[in-house]
């Protein structure tokens, strides 16, 4: 009843070229992937410009280094789906992730079992959330008062100390609060569009949280607050603002607009393929990243500050494009070992077989200084993620 009055704007609609946005990706949020493989691709860019001089105080470098708050927001998007599945499929989806995110914290740290880096901070709000919903669906007001209680501490005392309160219970770059603000952020929406229609209002909440933002920017210049400043380390309340405001902006005008964003196929297809396969290319882009700044050493003395957005952006552009080609490639090599005797017989033996993995991972790490057998490991727990969750799509447990 609140919505009557209220002008909706349908998500899926035909395309004036004759693309059906459903034929293409069915019952999928077109929004939706475009924030995941927007934040993927801001990702393996960053990753790779950190390495060229001067690049950290420009504007893309911004951009770039907000890819955990598209990635965290859209996680929370696919949240609401995930806590509707019956217990058990939870429960093994959870099971394969947890050896993913241990065999991620080993490849960034020796040894690190539980520490929030990225893979182990999204397993650590899925269960949060399973705890929470366990019996009954929670009622928005608890996460408002969440956020609002974050808001207030993260304007009053000082972002370290906050970040650092919060680092207590897990260490890591990615404290539960206040960066899990972006997951519950995204939970929220998409319990707003679950009917599949978006406001027209978002629009104008979404350019407030975004105006806010600035606001105390500009207000931080002249009292001298570290609270108001746009700051991504540690997590400030303005940069959250910021961010949370543009994830419902993107959002919005994909879903607004999907005849456009859906007219050019190959975009598409990319788009979705990036999507479907969010977490294999998270684990996968480590690879062509390495590569070209090796290769980057090369051209080192070659950059300079006139020229450098030139690297920046040729090598952002072909690590996504290799990184692209590389998931493909290893979806095809898994397609031939997949319900293979060997495969199965590691799958019928998952726990042991993984903690045996884990071991022998944390001894390459230690004993060798190598992150080889650790990359290996992640790539395999993210195929088996992916078969997981496929198989249990098809028998629709």
């Known amino acids: 009843m609140r919505n009557q009055g209220k002008k909706a704007i349908p998500i899926n609609s035909a395309s004036p ?63 609401d789906k995930f806590l509707s599945k019956p217990f058990g499929n939870q429960l093994a989806v959870l099971q394969l992730f947890f050896y993913l995110a241990i065999a991620h914290n080993l490849f960034m740290y020796t040894p690190a079992f539980f520490v ?48 650092n309160i919060f680092s207590v219970l897990i260490p890591g770059p990615f404290p539960l609060l206040p960066w899990g603000l972006f997951v519950i952020a995204g939970l929220l929406y998409s319990r707003r569009m679950r009917n599949g229609f978006i406001w027209r209002g978002d629009y104008l909440i979404s350019l407030c949280l975004i105006l806010i933002s600035w606001a105390c920017y500009y207000l ?119 319900n293979q005797p060997a495969i199965n017989f590691l799958r019928r033996n998952y726990n042991s077989s993984s903690i045996l993995i884990i071991a022998l991972c944390s001894m390459g790490r230690l004993c060798f200084q190598s992150n080889l057998l650790t990359l290996l490991a992640m790539i395999y727990f993210a195929l088996q993620l992916r078969s997981r969750k496929k198989a249990l799509r098809e028998v629709k447990l």
């Open 220 to 338: 931080s210049k002249r009292i001298e607050w570290p609270g108001l400043e746009i700051i991504k380390e540690p997590l400030s309340a303005p940069y959250f603002l910021l961010f949370w405001g543009a994830n419902i902006l993107l959002l919005n005008l994909i879903n607004s607009f999907n005849n456009l964003f859906s007219s050019i196929p190959i975009i598409l297809k990319v788009v979705n393929f990036l999507s479907e396969n969010l977490l294999l290319a998270t684990v996968l882009h480590y690879i062509p990243v390495f590569l070209f700044k090796k290769l980057l050493l090369i051209f080192l003395s070659l950059i300079t500050h006139d020229n450098y957005m030139f690297f920046y952006l040729l090598g952002s552009f072909l690590c996504n494009i290799t990184l692209l080609l590389l998931v493909k490639a290893v979806l095809m090599v898994w397609s031939t070992m997949d």
């Open 17 to 79: 070229l004759g693309i059906n946005n459903t034929d293409i990706a069915a019952n999928r949020n077109l929004g939706l992937d475009y924030l995941r493989a927007i934040a993927l691709i801001l990702m393996t860019s960053i990753h790779f410009a950190r390495s060229i001089p001067g690049s950290s105080t420009s504007c893309l470098s911004f951009i770039g280094e907000s890819a955990p708050a598209f990635f965290f927001f859209a996680f929370g998007l696919t949240m």
């Open 116 to 163: 929030t880096e990225f893979f182990f901070f999204l397993l650590s709000w899925q269960v949060i959330f399973l705890a929470i919903e366990r019996e009954k669906q929670a009622t928005k007001d608890l996460y408002l008062f969440i956020f609002l209680i974050l808001s207030v501490l993260m304007l009053i005392i000082s972002n370290d100390l906050l970040s």
